[in-house]
Protein backbone atom coordinates (compact mmCIF):
# COMPACT_ATOMS: atom_id res chain seq x y z
CA UNK A 1 0.00 0.00 0.00
CA UNK A 2 1.61 3.15 -1.18
CA UNK A 3 2.05 5.83 1.53
CA UNK A 4 1.33 9.67 0.61
CA UNK A 5 4.64 12.02 0.27
CA UNK A 6 6.34 13.86 2.62
CA UNK A 7 4.95 17.70 3.30
CA UNK A 8 7.81 18.64 1.71
CA UNK A 9 7.89 16.57 -1.27
CA UNK A 10 4.38 16.75 -2.18
CA UNK A 11 3.98 19.10 -5.33
CA UNK A 12 3.16 22.42 -5.01
CA UNK A 13 2.01 24.87 -7.24
CA UNK A 14 4.70 26.83 -9.55
CA UNK A 15 5.25 30.58 -8.30
CA UNK A 16 3.65 33.22 -10.20
CA UNK A 17 6.29 34.00 -12.98
CA UNK A 18 7.13 38.14 -12.93
CA UNK A 19 5.63 40.16 -16.23
CA UNK A 20 8.85 40.66 -17.33
CA UNK A 21 9.78 36.55 -17.88
CA UNK A 22 6.51 36.28 -19.45
CA UNK A 23 7.09 39.14 -21.79
CA UNK A 24 10.60 37.38 -22.73
CA UNK A 25 9.21 34.14 -23.27
CA UNK A 26 6.03 35.28 -25.69
CA UNK A 27 8.83 37.46 -27.37
CA UNK A 28 10.60 34.57 -27.48
CA UNK A 29 7.88 32.28 -28.96
CA UNK A 30 6.70 34.98 -31.20
CA UNK A 31 10.20 34.91 -32.70
CA UNK A 32 9.91 31.02 -33.36
CA UNK A 33 6.72 31.22 -35.19
CA UNK A 34 8.34 33.65 -37.36
CA UNK A 35 11.04 31.28 -37.94
CA UNK A 36 8.71 28.63 -38.76
CA UNK A 37 6.87 30.60 -40.82
CA UNK A 38 9.42 31.47 -43.10
CA UNK A 39 10.55 28.00 -43.17
CA UNK A 40 6.67 27.41 -44.42
CA UNK A 41 7.14 29.82 -47.15
CA UNK A 42 10.16 29.19 -48.34
CA UNK A 43 9.01 25.24 -48.61
CA UNK A 44 5.57 26.30 -50.13
CA UNK A 45 4.94 27.85 -53.11
CA UNK A 46 4.79 31.52 -52.59
CA UNK A 47 1.29 32.13 -54.04
CA UNK A 48 0.30 30.13 -51.28
CA UNK A 49 2.26 31.29 -48.02
CA UNK A 50 3.94 34.64 -48.08
CA UNK A 51 6.84 35.34 -46.19
CA UNK A 52 6.95 37.36 -43.42
CA UNK A 53 8.64 40.32 -45.19
CA UNK A 54 6.13 40.24 -48.18
CA UNK A 55 3.55 40.49 -45.61
CA UNK A 56 5.15 43.41 -44.21
CA UNK A 57 5.92 44.93 -47.38
CA UNK A 58 1.61 44.38 -48.05
CA UNK A 59 0.91 45.73 -44.96
CA UNK A 60 2.88 48.41 -45.94
CA UNK A 61 1.22 49.24 -48.95
CA UNK A 62 -2.31 48.96 -47.39
CA UNK A 63 -1.45 51.72 -44.77
CA UNK A 64 -0.02 53.98 -47.81
CA UNK A 65 -3.59 53.45 -49.26
CA UNK A 66 -5.27 54.03 -46.44
CA UNK A 67 -6.86 50.71 -46.95
CA UNK A 68 -6.02 49.21 -44.13
CA UNK A 69 -7.50 51.88 -41.69
CA UNK A 70 -10.14 52.19 -42.93
CA UNK A 71 -11.31 49.11 -43.04
CA UNK A 72 -10.31 48.25 -39.39
CA UNK A 73 -11.74 51.21 -37.93
CA UNK A 74 -15.43 49.99 -39.95
CA UNK A 75 -15.09 46.55 -38.71
CA UNK A 76 -14.13 47.79 -35.09
CA UNK A 77 -17.13 50.44 -34.61
CA UNK A 78 -19.49 47.28 -35.20
CA UNK A 79 -17.57 44.91 -33.15
CA UNK A 80 -17.39 47.06 -30.52
CA UNK A 81 -21.03 48.01 -30.62
CA UNK A 82 -22.73 44.92 -31.01
CA UNK A 83 -20.34 43.21 -28.35
CA UNK A 84 -20.92 47.26 -25.97
CA UNK A 85 -24.94 46.09 -26.16
CA UNK A 86 -24.45 42.26 -25.61
CA UNK A 87 -22.46 43.02 -22.04
CA UNK A 88 -25.05 45.37 -21.47
CA UNK A 89 -28.51 43.30 -21.87
CA UNK A 90 -26.47 39.90 -21.00
CA UNK A 91 -25.06 40.81 -17.61
CA UNK A 92 -28.34 42.33 -15.75
CA UNK A 93 -30.43 39.67 -17.05
CA UNK A 94 -28.26 36.96 -15.98
CA UNK A 95 -27.91 38.53 -12.46
CA UNK A 96 -31.98 38.67 -12.83
CA UNK A 97 -32.07 34.90 -13.48
CA UNK A 98 -29.67 34.53 -11.00
CA UNK A 99 -31.15 36.40 -8.38
CA UNK A 100 -35.08 34.86 -9.23
CA UNK A 101 -34.54 31.25 -9.17
CA UNK A 102 -38.41 30.89 -11.08
CA UNK A 103 -37.24 33.58 -13.67
CA UNK A 104 -34.53 32.04 -13.98
CA UNK A 105 -36.03 28.53 -13.98
CA UNK A 106 -38.09 29.53 -16.81
CA UNK A 107 -35.93 31.32 -19.45
CA UNK A 108 -32.82 29.07 -19.30
CA UNK A 109 -34.41 26.33 -21.33
CA UNK A 110 -34.90 29.22 -24.15
CA UNK A 111 -31.25 30.81 -23.46
CA UNK A 112 -29.66 27.28 -23.85
CA UNK A 113 -31.96 26.35 -27.10
CA UNK A 114 -31.21 29.95 -28.86
CA UNK A 115 -26.93 29.34 -27.74
CA UNK A 116 -27.11 25.85 -29.40
CA UNK A 117 -28.67 27.27 -32.48
CA UNK A 118 -25.81 28.00 -34.68
CA UNK A 119 -26.23 32.27 -35.47
CA UNK A 120 -25.65 31.71 -39.27
CA UNK A 121 -29.12 30.49 -39.73
CA UNK A 122 -30.55 33.61 -38.41
CA UNK A 123 -28.40 35.91 -40.88
CA UNK A 124 -30.68 35.55 -43.85
CA UNK A 125 -34.14 36.72 -41.51
CA UNK A 126 -31.43 39.28 -40.28
CA UNK A 127 -30.66 40.66 -43.46
CA UNK A 128 -34.35 40.64 -44.79
CA UNK A 129 -35.90 42.23 -41.68
CA UNK A 130 -32.73 44.87 -41.22
CA UNK A 131 -30.86 44.98 -44.47
CA UNK A 132 -27.30 45.24 -45.27
CA UNK A 133 -26.33 48.03 -43.53
CA UNK A 134 -24.45 48.16 -40.34
CA UNK A 135 -27.46 47.77 -37.94
CA UNK A 136 -28.04 43.85 -39.19
CA UNK A 137 -23.86 43.73 -38.75
CA UNK A 138 -24.15 44.78 -35.01
CA UNK A 139 -27.33 42.85 -34.64
CA UNK A 140 -24.76 39.50 -35.76
CA UNK A 141 -22.19 40.50 -33.82
CA UNK A 142 -24.92 40.70 -31.15
CA UNK A 143 -26.45 37.76 -31.19
CA UNK A 144 -22.81 35.86 -31.01
CA UNK A 145 -21.88 37.42 -27.94
CA UNK A 146 -24.48 37.68 -26.09
CA UNK A 147 -25.04 34.14 -25.04
CA UNK A 148 -22.20 33.19 -23.18
CA UNK A 149 -21.78 36.20 -21.08
CA UNK A 150 -25.81 35.58 -20.24
CA UNK A 151 -24.93 31.80 -19.26
CA UNK A 152 -21.75 32.24 -17.25
CA UNK A 153 -23.43 35.19 -15.59
CA UNK A 154 -26.69 33.91 -14.75
CA UNK A 155 -24.25 30.43 -13.72
CA UNK A 156 -21.76 32.35 -11.31
CA UNK A 157 -24.90 34.11 -9.58
CA UNK A 158 -26.26 30.38 -9.03
CA UNK A 159 -22.73 29.08 -7.93
CA UNK A 160 -22.61 31.40 -4.68
CA UNK A 161 -21.30 29.56 -1.97
CA UNK A 162 -23.94 28.81 0.49
CA UNK A 163 -22.04 28.29 3.96
CA UNK A 164 -20.74 32.21 3.43
CA UNK A 165 -24.56 32.81 2.69
CA UNK A 166 -25.60 31.24 5.47
CA UNK A 167 -23.11 32.91 7.87
CA UNK A 168 -24.16 36.27 6.38
CA UNK A 169 -27.70 34.97 7.33
CA UNK A 170 -26.02 34.25 10.83
CA UNK A 171 -24.67 37.65 11.64
CA UNK A 172 -27.65 39.47 10.69
CA UNK A 173 -27.50 40.51 6.81
CA UNK A 174 -29.97 41.42 4.78
CA UNK A 175 -30.94 39.97 1.64
CA UNK A 176 -29.78 43.41 -0.62
CA UNK A 177 -26.16 43.08 1.47
CA UNK A 178 -25.51 39.38 1.09
CA UNK A 179 -26.28 39.93 -2.70
CA UNK A 180 -23.54 42.77 -3.49
CA UNK A 181 -21.04 41.64 -1.10
CA UNK A 182 -20.94 37.54 -1.41
CA UNK A 183 -23.02 36.84 -4.70
CA UNK A 184 -21.83 39.18 -7.38
CA UNK A 185 -18.40 39.36 -6.36
CA UNK A 186 -18.28 35.29 -6.25
CA UNK A 187 -20.01 35.81 -9.69
CA UNK A 188 -17.10 38.01 -11.04
CA UNK A 189 -14.86 34.98 -12.47
CA UNK A 190 -17.79 33.58 -14.43
CA UNK A 191 -18.80 36.86 -15.61
CA UNK A 192 -15.07 37.08 -16.75
CA UNK A 193 -14.74 34.06 -18.62
CA UNK A 194 -18.49 34.66 -20.58
CA UNK A 195 -17.02 38.04 -21.57
CA UNK A 196 -13.66 36.59 -22.59
CA UNK A 197 -15.70 33.89 -24.65
CA UNK A 198 -18.52 36.66 -25.96
CA UNK A 199 -15.29 38.65 -27.39
CA UNK A 200 -13.86 35.70 -29.29
CA UNK A 201 -17.42 35.08 -31.24
CA UNK A 202 -18.11 38.53 -31.27
CA UNK A 203 -14.79 38.77 -33.05
CA UNK A 204 -15.69 36.16 -35.84
CA UNK A 205 -19.41 37.25 -35.89
CA UNK A 206 -18.34 40.56 -37.41
CA UNK A 207 -16.15 38.86 -39.94
CA UNK A 208 -19.20 36.26 -40.74
CA UNK A 209 -21.42 39.63 -40.82
CA UNK A 210 -19.20 41.45 -42.73
CA UNK A 211 -19.04 38.29 -45.61
CA UNK A 212 -22.52 37.72 -45.94
CA UNK A 213 -24.09 41.14 -45.70
CA UNK A 214 -21.89 44.45 -47.59
CA UNK A 215 -18.60 43.71 -48.16
CA UNK A 216 -16.80 46.07 -46.33
CA UNK A 217 -14.58 46.42 -43.04
CA UNK A 218 -11.59 43.62 -42.53
CA UNK A 219 -13.89 40.92 -43.53
CA UNK A 220 -14.95 42.58 -46.63
CA UNK A 221 -10.79 42.88 -47.26
CA UNK A 222 -10.35 39.03 -46.51
CA UNK A 223 -12.92 37.90 -49.20
CA UNK A 224 -11.59 40.21 -51.78
CA UNK A 225 -8.09 39.22 -50.91
CA UNK A 226 -8.93 35.34 -50.76
CA UNK A 227 -11.03 35.42 -53.95
CA UNK A 228 -8.22 36.23 -55.78
CA UNK A 229 -4.97 34.80 -54.08
CA UNK A 230 -3.09 37.73 -53.13
CA UNK A 231 -2.29 35.65 -50.08
CA UNK A 232 0.39 38.56 -48.60
CA UNK A 233 -2.38 41.21 -48.48
CA UNK A 234 -4.76 38.09 -46.88
CA UNK A 235 -2.63 37.55 -44.31
CA UNK A 236 -1.88 41.14 -43.03
CA UNK A 237 -5.70 41.37 -42.87
CA UNK A 238 -5.96 37.60 -40.53
CA UNK A 239 -3.09 39.13 -38.64
CA UNK A 240 -4.93 42.31 -37.81
CA UNK A 241 -8.16 40.31 -36.54
CA UNK A 242 -5.57 38.51 -34.59
CA UNK A 243 -4.30 41.51 -33.05
CA UNK A 244 -7.73 42.85 -32.49
CA UNK A 245 -8.45 39.54 -30.34
CA UNK A 246 -5.28 40.11 -28.25
CA UNK A 247 -6.21 44.13 -27.40
CA UNK A 248 -9.28 42.61 -26.11
CA UNK A 249 -8.08 39.56 -24.52
CA UNK A 250 -5.55 41.77 -22.67
CA UNK A 251 -7.95 44.33 -21.65
CA UNK A 252 -10.09 41.72 -20.19
CA UNK A 253 -7.29 40.38 -17.97
CA UNK A 254 -6.67 43.79 -17.04
CA UNK A 255 -10.59 44.35 -15.76
CA UNK A 256 -10.45 41.08 -13.90
CA UNK A 257 -7.23 42.05 -12.27
CA UNK A 258 -9.47 45.44 -11.13
CA UNK A 259 -12.34 43.57 -9.89
CA UNK A 260 -9.98 41.29 -7.92
CA UNK A 261 -9.52 43.86 -5.69
CA UNK A 262 -13.21 44.54 -4.95
CA UNK A 263 -14.04 40.83 -4.73
CA UNK A 264 -11.85 41.42 -1.25
Do not use: H
Amino acid sequence: MSQPPPKDMAIQPGEDPGPWLVAATRIGFLAMLIVLWWIASVNVARNIIPSPWATLQAAGGLLQEGRLQTAFVDSLSVYLSGYGLAILCAIPLGVAMGAFNLLGRTLEIYVYALSATPRVAFIPLIIVLLGLGSEAKVFIVFLGAVMPILINTYAGVRQSDPELVEMARSVGAGRLRIFTRIVLPGAVPYVIVGLRLGATIGLINTVVAELYTAVRGLGGLLAIYGNTFRMAEYFVIVLSLAAIGVVVTEGLRFVELRLARWRR
